[in-house]
């Protein structure tokens, strides 16, 4: 079956510092993977994927994600944090197989705290 | 480009009645839109994949007659709660996915409407 999974529920990052955001995945067939950030109340934001190509993706908001086939991977990193960025972010791979339509599986979702 | 609206954005309604909620693709068709719901803090669950011109699917445990799903033109799909109880309480959100041409271009991210707040009472 197709899964994702966000092994932490809440990440804390000081302001000016490096994040990541982890995320797993298993899939039959080639991944399609997908990080969206959610705003209090509102609607999920498209940050990036990866379909095919480099395994270093660089999406919105100086986000960037990194493809580990090995590690069946895709962790969410930003080289240095802001208050901004504190949201709710999941992370997604996208069904491709004929006869389920293309949809999204969601992880469970990380919060991420920054502060000043 | 690629916007999705909702609406409406907050609904109020009393316990039995009944609920529409709208999802429009602004600037781009959509042959397929998905709906999602989602309890605070918590993940999506997606409830049903709508096809324009065609019957929805939906996922195991999502009532159909519950949850009703009119996609009628390849910008607006409806969702329809009917007699709402409190525990239908969520936040809806729609997903729209532009029209393709053939299977291998099926890659186009969804693009997200800003969701819909429902409090039965």
């Known amino acids: 079956a197709q899964s994702v999974a966000q092994p932490e529920d809440q990440v804390n990052v000081a302001e000016g510092n490096p994040l990541t955001v982890k995320c797993t995945y298993s899939v039959s067939g080639n991944p399609y993977l997908f990080w969206y950030v959610q705003y209090p109340n509102r609607g999920l934001q498209f940050l990036l994927k990866?379909?095919?190509?480099?395994?270093l993706v660089k999406g919105s908001y100086g986000f960037e994600a990194e493809f580990n086939k090995s590690q069946t991977s895709f962790h969410l990193k930003k080289p240095s944090a802001l208050v901004s960025d504190s949201a709710l972010y999941f992370c997604a791979v996208r069904d491709m197989r004929r006869n389920q339509g293309g949809k999204l599986i969601f992880g469970q979702g990380t919060e991420l705290s920054v502060k000043p | 480009g690629a916007v999705v609206s909702q609406h409406p954005s907050r609904v109020i309604c009393k316990s039995g009645t009944s609920v529409k909620i709208e999802c429009r693709s602004l600037?781009?068709?959509?042959?397929?839109m998905f709906w999602y719901r989602q309890f605070p803090k918590k993940s999506l669950m997606l409830m049903a994949t709508s096809n324009e011109g065609s019957k929805a699917t939906y996922e195991q445990g999502v009532e159909k007659d519950k949850f009703l799903i009119n996609h009628a033109s390849l910008t607006l799909s409806t969702l329809t709660v009917t007699s709402a109880h409190p525990e239908d309480s969520s936040f809806y959100i729609c997903?729209?996915?532009?029209?393709?041409?053939?299977?291998?271009?099926?890659?186009?991210?969804?693009?997200f409407g800003p969701g819909t707040r429902l409090l039965v009472l």
């Open positions: 997903s729209a996915e532009p029209t393709y041409r053939s299977f291998r271009d099926k890659q186009e991210t969804q693009y």
């Open positions: 990866y379909i095919t190509g480099d395994n």
């Open positions: 600037d781009f068709q959509a042959t397929t």
